[in-house]
């Protein structure tokens, strides 16, 4: 017993020793100093874009919380990270091509309309012209701002180019060596041939310039019919201005006892809301006023900014139909217009079909940045809206590169006028024109650089 209790006291002396040893050793060690990293005014910067986001983007329930903010290099590539998660019934895949971000400063220039051609930007300017290949290795002009270096250089729509900087191959292969040298270079001597055949140099240097979104009006007489034509290019720029515009063209298709429009909308990647408001008042007939022109729908965190816009008739020209030559091109602000219409008017569209945008975003400021997640989708008076693959046309026909704008023989166009004039559109031959594999492709990376928007302007803006 003697022994038993030896080991009992052997054992509780060891136990107790030892704890007693960690416990002189945690009171005599000095614990390591951790200083808290504090984050940087990146991820601080990148944290409030999503939280800002979040609050508003239309799919906001799909953004899982694992979504980490601070792993994307800069606020646009975050908005394009969200996009993921913009999935709609009915769709294979994301909806959403569009929410972005922007330096204010760029933002400024490019909503007043200085800047770029067609919305995109860039710090020194651009050329002020747009390319597009019509065939294989036949490459034109297909849209000129006349107040940009190759618009004051005389350079015309239709005209074909033949060289870059002295490389004459030009193909849908080399489509990247266009863009690096027509959209992003700072300089470039360009080779052209015009509608005669005589092919002129002309060397452009990039510059910033004032747009002019509306680029013609004109009225034709064919078969006794008065047919207004107007081309409007963009939904951006002064609204003073615009809303001017728009007075006198439509004091002048009155005037002329125009009995149909075409608009030509087909590079017109779209702007405000609150302009396409005011082209569909001149634009619809009388019997529309005080009714429903569109519903913008929020997400369930900002119900209260839903909003119903009535039309309001401006003019007195009392159209029952109306025709919009339109494209790919053809975006936003545009499909709002024409998807606005369609309830109370026969809305003809000649082209080829739009690029399916029927959702809008409006400037969120952040630090130096404007962020534009998606926020609102639009509907019409019949709830009509999610053409995101697109608004289909009645005519498919080829874009008339080869043509100035106003050409009569311009594919498009002509196409329109004798719809309006026989009731039948273009040869089948035409009408189902179909472009070419590698021409689509090699087109699609001309178009990237091209930045398609729909602004909302309402009371938030």
């Known amino acids: 017993m003697k022994f038993d209790n030896l080991v009992l006291f052997i054992f509780l002396s060891l136990v107790f020793g030892a704890c007693k040893k960690a416990k002189d050793d945690v009171m005599t060690t000095t614990p390591p100093v951790t200083t808290p990293v504090s984050p940087s005014a990146d991820d601080l ?42 999935i709609e019934p009915g769709f294979s895949g994301p909806v959403d091509r569009f929410s972005f971000a922007i330096k204010k400063n760029e933002w400024d220039s490019l909503s007043s309309g200085l800047g770029l051609l067609q919305n995109a930007l860039t710090a020194n300017g651009d050329f002020g012209m747009t390319v597009f290949f019509r065939v294989e ?3 034109r002009v297909r849209l000129v701002e006349p107040n940009s270096p190759a618009g004051l250089a005389g350079v ?8 870059i900087n002295g490389n004459s191959n030009i193909t849908t292969a080399n489509s990247t060596f266009i863009v690096n040298n027509i959209y992003d270079a ?53 609204e003073d201005q615009l809303f001017s515009g728009f007075q006198r063209v439509f004091n002048k298709f ?22 396409q408001e005011k082209l569909a008042d001149y634009l619809v007939n009388s019997s529309a006023n005080g009714g429903i022109m569109m519903k913008e729908v929020y997400n369930a965190n900002n119900t209260s900014n839903n909003i119903t816009t009535n039309f309001r008739k401006e003019g ?3 159209l029952s139909r109306v025709y919009f030559i339109v494209g790919k091109g053809t975006a936003s602000a545009s499909e709002l217009l024409i998807n606005n219409l369609k309830p109370y ?4 569209l000649v082209g080829g079909t739009t690029y399916g945008k029927p959702v809008g975003f409006f400037p ?17 008076k019949n709830g009509e809206g999610n053409y995101f693959n697109g608004i289909s046309v009645n005519s498919n026909v080829a874009d008339g590169l080869d043509k100035d704008w106003g050409d009569l023989t311009e594919t498009s166009l002509a196409s329109a006028i004798r719809n309006i004039t026989t009731g039948a559109y273009r040869g089948q031959s035409i009408e189902s024109y179909e472009e070419p594999a590698a021409v689509k492709q090699g087109n699609q990376i001309l178009e990237a650089p091209l930045l398609k928007l729909t602004i909302g302007k309402g009371p938030h803006f």
């Open 345 to 348: 008017m026969d809305v003809r």
């Open 45 to 86: 910067l990148k944290d409030s874009v999503l939280l800002l986001s979040k609050d508003v983007y239309l799919w906001t329930t799909q953004v899982p919380a694992s979504f980490n903010a601070r792993s994307y290099d800069d606020p646009d590539k975050l908005m394009e990270g969200i996009r993921q998660y913009s």
């Open 156 to 163: 015309h729509r239709g005209w074909r180019v033949t060289k």
């Open 186 to 238: 700072a300089a470039a001597s360009v080779t052209f041939q015009k509608p005669d055949k005589s092919l002129v140099t002309i060397d452009l240097a990039q510059a910033h310039y004032q747009t002019k979104p509306l680029y013609l009006d004109t009225v034709y007489s064919v078969n006794n019919k008065k047919i207004g034509y107007m081309v409007f290019n963009s939904f951006l720029g002064k």
């Open 254 to 275: 009155t005037s002329a006892g125009v009995s149909d429009v075409i608009m030509d909308l087909r590079y017109n990647g779209g702007g405000y809301v609150s302009v």
């Open 316 to 318: 007195s020209l009392n």
């Open 364 to 380: 969120i400021p952040v630090g130096d940045w404007y962020i534009f997640p998606v926020s609102f989708r639009s509907f019409n």
């Open 137 to 139: 290795g036949d490459l």
